[in-house]
């Protein structure tokens, strides 16, 4: 069951057939990057954050949970956490990371909900 840290339900503007790929990314506090990959998935909604020379080119998994607001037209994607959070939030591998449940599990526990 999902307690709506993997779904966008609490997204404005969210639209499950568009392609996030690209979309800037806005902390509470400012410019992140851009969204590299995203999922729509039924309880496994997120986006894989580029952070560009931010934080060293890292890239980080946010869950759908934390974006408060999608804007199509401008492709930019707001998320209700301020940029120190998500800089020291769980280190994303895409190879080992992308299919691991317990990475998940500790992301979503760091976001506040666990799993």
Known sequence: MS????????????????????????ATDGHIGKVDKHSYEAEDGYIVVDTG??????EVLLPAGVIRRIDEEAK???VDRPKEEIKSSPEYHRESHALDTDYRRGVGGYYGTGM
């Open 53 to 58: 020379p931010w934080i060293f080119g890292r």
């Open 76 to 78: 930019t994607v707001w």
């Open 3 to 26: 307690d709506g840290m993997w779904g966008y339900e609490q997204a404005e503007g969210y639209n499950p057939g568009v392609d996030l790929t690209g979309y800037r990314v806005e």
